[in-house]
């Protein structure tokens, strides 16, 4: 089993910046990679990011890239640095594990372990 906990939401006003952190505890040996999700009242689930265990490789939903910036350290923990951010980036953030080898990072079937969320929403 993998705990994911996650921390850093709030409340922003438009064009500011918050951290998002995931902290992994458990079986963290069996994890082959991590991403973000986030879900906006009245919508489907979308991936924002996602970042393999070693840290070599990171993948970034169009919609975000260039705001939005995942990275880990060595402590079993991932961010997500949120910057300029727009009221539409307001939605619950979900930090998910994935155990298994594969391609499909930004599909949230490939995720087997998933925090409890965080809110974040951002003011115009």
């Known amino acids: 089993q993998v705990q994911l906990v996650e921390s850093g939401g709030g409340l922003v006003q438009a064009g500011g910046s918050l951290r998002l952190s995931c902290a992994a505890s458990?079986?963290?040996?069996?994890?082959?990679?991590m991403g973000w999700f986030r879900q906006a009242p009245g919508k489907e689930r979308e991936f924002v990011a996602a970042?393999?265990?070693?840290?070599?490789?990171t993948y970034t939903a169009d919609s975000v890239k260039g705001r939005l910036t995942i990275s880990r350290d060595n402590a079993n923990t991932v961010y997500l640095q949120m910057s300029s951010l727009k009221p539409e980036d307001t939605a619950v953030y979900y930090c998910?594990?994935?155990?298994?080898?594969?391609?499909?990072?930004?599909?949230?079937?490939?995720?087997?372990?998933w925090g409890q969320g965080t809110q974040v929403t951002v003011s115009s």
């Open positions: 458990g079986r963290t040996l069996s994890i082959y990679g």
């Open positions: 970042i393999s265990w070693s840290g070599g490789s």
């Open positions: 998910a594990a994935r155990i298994l080898y594969g391609s499909n990072w930004n599909s949230g079937e490939a995720y087997r372990y």
